[in-house]
């Protein structure tokens, strides 16, 4: 699987977007970009993944750049329980596969 | 209601004192993943099932063995435990076939080694 580089903490005030940045430049055509969350103390929660389309659901968008290098998970409105170290991971499609965690990032809101 | 259940949320084990930490699901996934997340680190594959099939990781440690008696259930064995085991270990299903779908966690159970 392709490796991910992401900033190792960012803030962001409450209501506010928080934007979490994710380099994947050596990302291949079959692989998904998918995006966790763990807060503190808990297990890993889903969050959302694409291939090449910008996704959105119900807790976030995930915008991916044309050529695939990169992407960045929007939070439209962080609120004080999205305080968490999001997990950015690039896995391979066409059947299942493992999921390997990189360092992530924490992401801190504020009041 | 909760479809990854992990029990005890908290182990206390003795050095060297075989433990085991369970793992069932009501999912119905035929992936059965443990992990291994040591403070302040990243949770780091040890082995999975796809179905009754074991997939070990090339540096997971003899001494972490695991069984997988039926569908929703799974079972992490530490032979014996090290001060350096003491981690949160979690399991995560997820659907397996041909289709590249999400996985679910449990809670984890916090293991430690006095």
């Known amino acids: 699987d392709a490796k991910t580089t992401q900033p190792t903490s960012m803030d962001c005030a409450e209501g506010r977007a928080a934007n979490l940045p994710c380099n994947h430049s050596t990302i291949s055509g079959n692989e998904y970009v998918y995006w966790y969350r763990q807060i503190h103390s808990q297990g890993p929660q889903y969050i959302i993944h694409?291939?090449?389309n910008n996704e959105t659901n119900e807790m976030a968008s995930l915008i991916i750049t044309e050529d695939r290098k990169s992407s960045t998970l929007i939070l439209p409105h962080a609120t004080l329980r999205d305080t968490a170290v999001y997990y950015c991971?690039?896995?391979?499609?066409?059947?299942?596969?493992?999921?390997?965690f990189g360092k992530g990032t924490m992401l801190l809101v504020s009041p | 209601d909760a479809m990854v259940i992990q029990n005890p949320r908290y182990q206390v084990t003795q050095f060297g004192k075989p433990v085991t930490l369970s793992c069932s699901q009501t999912l119905n996934h035929n992936v059965m993943y443990w992990y291994q997340q040591k403070s302040s680190q990243a949770p780091k594959l040890l082995f999975h099932y796809y179905d009754k099939d074991f997939n070990n990781e090339a540096d997971t440690p003899d001494n972490f063995q695991s069984r997988r008696p039926n569908t929703s259930f799974c079972f992490l064995d530490i032979r014996s435990p090290g001060l350096g085991d003491a981690a949160m270990y979690l399991c995560a299903t997820s659907r397996g076939g041909n289709r590249n779908t999400e996985a679910f966690f449990g809670q984890g159970t916090r293991l430690t080694v006095v």
């Open positions: 694409g291939l090449k």
């Open positions: 991971i690039v896995r391979a499609g066409g059947g299942y596969s493992t999921l390997t």
